[in-house]
Nanobody, 118 residues
């Protein structure tokens, strides 16, 4: 059973930084992996932020490009989201999700709250 656990959220002042972690478990092979970061701000829908895929290619949405960076430590089965120059509009619940193949359903973590406020 695939499980994802996010951590690293909290309260931070505007301009500050946080690093979110997504620890994965339960994957059965060394094949396809896709891990994404998605957020949901209060009263808003899900917003895709960033993804890292099997060969290490990364993508970031235009809204966070240059401030957020996705990385991974494959040996620890973890994916990270380094968030710099945080803004109040970054306040949201941040989720990671993952797929084992392109057509597989996504697994989701429980989310971690990020609040950016002075």
């Amino acid at each position: 059973e695939v499980q994802l656990v996010e951590s690293g959220g909290g309260l931070v002042q505007p301009g500050g930084s946080l690093r979110l972690s997504c620890t994965t478990s339960g994957f059965n092979s060394d094949g396809y992996r896709a891990v994404n970061w998605v957020r949901q701000a209060p009263g808003k829908g899900l917003e895709w932020l960033s993804g890292i895929y099997t060969d290490g290619d990364t993508y970031h949405s235009s809204s966070v490009k240059g401030r957020f960076t996705i990385t991974r430590d494959s040996a620890k089965n973890s994916v990270f989201l380094q968030m710099n120059n945080l803004k109040p509009e970054d306040t949201a619940v941040y989720y990671c999700n993952a797929r084992e193949c392109t057509s597989c359903p996504a697994y989701w973590g429980q989310g971690t709250q990020v609040t950016v406020s002075s």
